[in-house]
């Protein structure tokens, strides 16, 4: 599955404030948070909740970037409600 990337831009000055990057898995955004912690990078933010989970971390010049991942009981209800 790739890797969806978003990004917003300040509404003021047109700069770059926020990248984010879609995950293939909750499974995976957790192994990505665990690593990032033994690196000890902390998120700034977390969110979750019933259709996706995600967090953010500031980069070096100060973006902010998001990682999240959509649940897959909410990715898979709508095929089960075509059938």
């Known amino acids: 599955m790739p ?10 000055d047109g700069a770059l404030v926020r990248m984010a ?5 909750l499974v995976e955004l957790d192994k990505s ?9 902390e998120p700034t933010r977390t969110s979750s ?5 995600g967090f953010v971390i500031p980069d070096p010049d100060g973006l902010e970037i998001e990682f999240f991942a959509f649940s897959q009981a909410e990715i898979a209800e709508p095929q089960a409600m075509a059938d």
């Not at 909740?49 to 989970?53: G, I, K």
């Open 33 to 41: 948070l665990e690593r990032l912690a033994q690196l000890g990078i």
């Open 49 to 53: 909740n019933r259709a996706r989970r």
């Open 3 to 12: 890797v969806d990337l978003v990004v917003q831009q300040s509404a003021s």
């Open 21 to 25: 990057f879609q995950v293939p898995s």
